[in-house]
């Protein structure tokens, strides 16, 4: 069965404390793989698409990286801004629907 | 530009009951999403609309949920009757195209079934 597990559950850094999240993923065939930040109480916003390994997408403070089974997501001298729940998703060769990760809850302390 | 809009954003029901849940979509976007996320688990598709057509449904739990969308514009989510585990909370998305997975997301319809 497609999965997608990411940890750690949920990681409490200090403002500018640099880290790392991972997704793992296990497809038979990945078309892509996507992260989102959910806030509370809001729908789920698209941050990066990754398509084959090695690839990499920047986006301020956050950065995220492919390799065949896994993708990262770094984040560099968060802010409290950054607080926010970071979702993985993949989209497995023969469709469209998303499979996702129960997600990342990030906690940044000012 | 307005986003994604669901309505309602809660709703409580008994057990038996009947919900409809709705979802305006990005203007122009052919493609619409139902997932949910029951507590405690992971973020499930439902369906997925092009235009006015199913063009997945796999993840439909069983035949008390059905999703419509006349005209290939806005879209309703019916369960019919509701039972305690389709308890959760519902997002629509929307999208220009399939494959970036670039979704635009609604904030939710929490579904509580007592």
């Known amino acids: 069965e497609d999965q997608v597990t990411q940890s750690p559950e949920a990681l409490r850094l200090q403002e500018g404390e640099s880290s790392s999240l991972n997704c793992s993923y296990t497809?038979?065939?990945?078309?892509?793989l996507f992260w989102y930040r959910q806030d509370p109480g809001k729908g789920p916003e698209f941050l990066f698409t990754?398509?084959?390994?090695?690839e990499e997408k920047e986006k301020e403070r956050l950065k995220a990286t492919l390799t065949k089974k896994e993708s990262f997501l770094h984040i560099t001298a968060p802010k409290p801004e950054d607080s926010a729940t970071y979702l993985c998703?993949?989209?497995?060769?023969?469709?469209?629907?998303?499979?996702w990760g129960a997600g990342t809850k990030l906690i940044i302390k000012p | 530009e307005a986003g994604v809009t669901q309505f309602p954003s809660h709703s409580v029901i008994e057990k038996g009951q009947t919900v409809t849940l709705r979802c305006d979509p990005i203007?122009?976007?052919?493609?619409l999403y139902w997932y949910r996320r029951v507590m405690g688990k992971e973020i499930k598709f439902l369906l997925h609309?092009?235009?006015?057509?199913?063009?997945?449904e796999s993840g439909m739990p069983n035949n008390r949920f059905l999703a419509e969308r006349t005209g290939g514009t806005y879209s309703t989510l019916k369960v019919q009757p509701a039972e305690l585990e389709d308890s959760g909370v519902y997002f629509c998305?929307?999208?220009?195209?399939?494959?970036?997975?670039?979704?635009?997301f609604g904030e939710g319809s929490r579904l509580t079934v007592l």
């Open positions: 990754l398509y084959s390994a090695g």
């Open positions: 497809v038979s065939g990945l078309r892509g």
């Open positions: 998305a929307s999208s220009q195209e399939l494959a970036n997975g670039e979704l635009f």
């Open positions: 609309f092009v235009k006015e057509s199913k063009q997945d």
């Open positions: 203007s122009g976007h052919d493609n």
């Open positions: 998703a993949v989209q497995e060769g023969s469709n469209y629907q998303l499979i």
